[in-house]
């Protein structure tokens, strides 16, 4: 495996040096079915479980007979709020309570982002940039910065080596454009991406599952950030 070597943008439109991006990360095996079964996960267990029907005991109604058993020619009935009623309840119907989730190690994960990482490797859609330390929030800025590296209209993945509010808010009102922590790099993020866009610093600590604050012995202020699939 040879390293890739790529240049190191600034935010100015410059260069900063060159960066060998890991083989072990960006030149690894490619599985298709493995990415598409951890992103499948990833997705299911998002999801929220916010369907319900009510069934017929949860009904309003319905407590006595809506004709006597016999003798009127019509089909017996026991309640009005029998499924078969206009207003009764649903049968096999979703609880509210329905478990999507799906369970993957972390070694396929870790499996599934090396590959995902390779494939944009390999298809030249991998940009390193010196730092993203705005002095300020900015989309102006952010928008001249995309445009400098000639991302305009396309969908960016831009991962910092540590949370950083100014270059947040500074690209989160582009569309197309996403912003993540390095610790929270997941493989769903990186395939619905065109290019991703890394900071130096993030480079080192992808597949730590840290990012630079933490990494240092610092705090980490996001307790409630989704668990990282590490590389």
């Not at 890739?4 to 599985?31: C, M, N, Q, S, Y």
């Not at 500074?170 to 900071?199: A, C, H, I, K, M």
Request: positive net charge.
């Amino acid at each position: 495996m040879s390293a890739l070597t790529l240049d190191v943008h600034t935010r100015d439109g410059g260069t900063d040096g060159t960066v060998d991006l890991d083989p072990a990360i960006f030149d690894a095996e490619v599985k298709v079915g493995l990415m598409h079964q951890v992103v499948t996960a990833q997705l299911a267990n998002a999801r929220r479980d916010t369907a319900k029907v009510k069934t017929r005991g949860e009904r309003a109604g319905g407590g006595a007979k809506p004709w006597r058993q016999k003798g009127t020619g019509r089909a017996r009935q026991g309640s009005i709020r029998a499924p078969q009623w206009i207003g009764g309840g649903r049968v096999h119907g979703p609880t509210g309570q329905q478990n999507h989730a799906q369970r993957v190690n972390k070694k396929m994960k870790r499996a599934a982002l090396r590959g995902a990482l390779t494939d944009r490797a390999r298809g030249d859609a991998v940009r390193v940039v010196a730092d993203l330390a705005f002095p300020a929030p900015r989309t102006k800025e952010a928008v001249a910065f995309l445009e400098r590296l000639d991302l305009t209209g396309q969908k960016v993945l831009v991962v910092l080596a540590d949370r950083r509010d100014t270059a947040e808010k500074s690209f989160r009102n582009l569309p197309g454009v996403q912003v993540s922590p390095v610790d929270q790099l997941n493989t769903y993020d990186v395939l619905v991406s065109d290019v991703v866009v890394f900071e130096r610093d993030a480079l080192p600590l992808i597949g730590t599952g840290a990012r630079a604050s933490t990494s240092a012995g610092g705090a980490d202020v996001d307790a409630d950030a989704a668990p990282a699939e590490t590389a």
